[in-house]
């Protein structure tokens, strides 16, 4: 299931914050549709001017780029990422702190900023005009139609520590990451289509499909799976694209400095029957996503109300079970390294 994260974006220079609780709101992320009907790194040769000569040298071929973007655009930007913070907020009771994406201008291509250090905060919104997901560090072209008030805000080298609406989901035509490698770019576009065998074991793309979407935890069948993935699928040298050959899209996917994270739900349900058991495969690879180790942890899930002056909350909660635990239900949790 992919959710879209609509943030009430602004512009921010530096916060302060004391006193909050850090609420990290990052979202489960899905691999990136097909790039039918897109152009994918390449200004059309009817384009001319400074601002798509810029474009075209910033592209490679595996990044996903439509012409109409630079028209629809009033600011285009090239900018690097950043995680920002905003301000306390009272949500169920109790106070958290929302953190969000930012991204610091380095190059004003179309446009004005008041400033090269300026920080732009922007909704992260559905591709193909939105990378799947945002990564500190990481160079990023924005697109933008801000309003007259935003225009305005961006243009004003005094207004730099204002927090509250700014940028909304709107006034943001494209996002493209420029640091992302094409092993990666094509990896987020494998689907399963590969079957298999091991030990007597038939593996299909259907048959994992069916054992995640079942309506009824089943720990048998989820460890009838474990020596298959452990001896075909997580093997030493197998990259991003061989493990979605057979898995396809993983429930959660996240991307470092120089690495992935990706984890898959045995059933995925959500939220999981209370005090259920269930198990995870989560996945690491390198920058060059290559597989670096694998886990399959088995969790126990229950959840927890709390209530605060007339505000009630529920939490989701989850505790791996030791090996103990494992052995009175039958199970074994499996894992490998390769660095």
């Known amino acids: 299931m992919k959710l879209t994260a609509l943030f009430i974006s602004c512009i921010v220079l530096s916060i302060g914050l004391v006193g909050c609780e850090p609420a990290d709101h990052s979202l489960p992320q899905a691999a990136a549709p097909s790039a039918t009907g897109r152009q994918q790194g390449v200004v059309p040769a009817g384009a001319s001017g400074p601002v798509a000569e810029r474009i075209q040298a910033l592209l490679r ?32 009771g109790v106070w958290s702190m929302s953190t969000g994406h ?10 004005s900023v008041a400033g090269d250090d300026t920080v732009i905060t ?24 801000p309003g007259e008030e935003t225009a305005r805000r961006l243009n004003d080298p005094e207004d730099r520590l204002l927090v509250g609406p700014g940028l909304v989901l709107s006034e943001t035509v494209a996002v493209i990451d420029l640091s992302k490698s094409r092993a990666e770019a094509d990896a987020v576009n494998v689907q399963a289509t590969r079957s298999g065998q ?49 898995l396809g899209e993983p429930d959660f996917w996240r991307a470092g400095a120089n690495s992935f994270t990706c984890h898959y739900e045995l059933n995925r349900q959500r939220p ?68």
């Open 61 to 92: 071929p595996w990044d996903h780029y439509d012409p109409a973007w630079e028209s629809q655009a009033t600011v285009i930007v090239l900018s690097r990422g950043r995680r920002v913070r905003y301000p306390c907020d009272f949500v169920g």
């Open 102 to 111: 930012g991204f610091t201008v380095q190059e004003v291509i179309k446009g």
């Open 122 to 145: 922007v909704s992260s919104g559905p591709e193909p005009n939105f990378p799947p997901y945002f990564v500190d560090g990481r160079t990023y072209l924005l697109l933008l139609r």
């Open 198 to 246: 091991y030990d007597g074991f038939e593996f299909t793309p259907a048959r994992w499909r069916q054992l995640r979407e079942a309506d009824e935890i089943d720990l048998g069948a989820q460890s009838e799976f474990l020596p298959f993935l452990q001896n075909v699928v997580l093997v030493e040298g197998a990259t991003t694209a061989d493990i979605r050959s057979y």
């Open 272 to 339: 999981k029957p209370e005090n259920s058991i269930s198990g995870r495969l989560e996945i690491r690879s390198d920058g060059d996503t290559r597989l670096v180790g694998y886990v399959v942890v088995f969790y126990e899930h229950w959840s927890q109300r709390t209530e605060h002056n007339g505000y009630v909350r529920t939490s989701h909660n989850i505790r791996s079970l030791d090996d103990e635990e494992l052995a009175a239900l039958g199970l074994s949790a499996i894992e490998g390294s390769f660095r």
